[in-house]
């Protein structure tokens, strides 16, 4: 049973550009949140999405936005990127009745210069 | 705001040594609390869900315990695998969703 995967594992960008982050939930769920986490620190919440919606988003500016597609895989793109938009970012797969836990995968580690 | 702090931020037990790990946290209607381990360069492992307080969830060296302003994760007898960094999330009733808010984490060292 494949659990959350994600790609690429690594990406280098630079000022400016725009880059598309793609996760492929755990068989059978249903829900994809995306989160950032920066060196030191823990996941930070970006939005989730649900049958192809963003459901809930965290304190993040418009430059993020995402898609879920009908499979239930998601794409998270970053426009305009700034240096302080380097981080791992995680993607995480759950059910979206009763509180399941979410299932992370082992993200993207984006590098901007 | 929910708010999750972790303490401490780093400690370093040699092996055998039990110890407990504090997560506190102040959230409109807990829905639940989470427990996670990550490895250098890898992705949080989901370890425990807790519901309410007085719940306790126990798994190999590793146990949870909730209350209704924290949660410990004891850690009896532990070995050189157990050094990871051990995260809490808390999950509100707010929004009608399911977004985390996490704490720093919790960096383990089991020396040998």
């Known amino acids: 049973d494949a659990g959350v995967t994600q790609s690429p594992t690594h990406l280098i960008k630079t000022r400016g550009q725009q880059v598309t982050l793609r996760c492929s939930p755990k068989s059978g769920h249903d829900t994809v949140s995306w989160y950032q986490q920066a060196l030191g620190q823990g996941p930070q919440f970006i939005f989730q999405y649900y049958e192809e919606e963003e459901r809930q988003r965290g304190n993040f500016p418009d430059r993020f936005s995402g898609h879920q597609f009908p499979n239930y895989s998601s794409e998270l793109n970053v426009n305009a990127l700034l240096l302080g938009d380097s981080a791992l970012y995680l993607c995480?797969?759950?059910?979206?009745?009763?509180?399941?836990?979410?299932?992370f995968g082992d993200g993207t580690r984006l590098s901007i210069l | 705001e929910d708010q999750v702090t972790q303490s401490p931020e780093a400690l370093r037990l040699q092996e055998g040594e039990s110890s407990s790990l504090n997560c506190s946290y102040t959230?409109?209607?807990?829905?639940?609390l989470f427990w996670y381990r990550q490895d250098p360069g890898k992705g949080p492992e989901f370890l425990f869900t807790?519901?309410?307080a007085g719940e306790e969830k126990e798994k190999e060296r590793l146990k949870a315990t909730l209350t209704k302003k924290e949660s410990f994760l004891h850690i009896t007898a532990p070995k050189p695998e157990d050094s990871a960094t051990y995260l809490c999330?808390?999950?509100?009733?707010?929004?009608?969703?399911?977004?985390?808010?996490f704490g720093k984490g919790t960096h383990l060292i089991i020396q040998p």
């Open positions: 959230v409109s209607g807990l829905r639940g």
């Open positions: 999330a808390v999950q509100g009733e707010g929004g009608g969703a399911d977004g985390l808010t």
């Open positions: 995480a797969s759950s059910l979206s009745w009763g509180n399941q836990p979410q299932h």
């Open positions: 807790l519901y309410s």
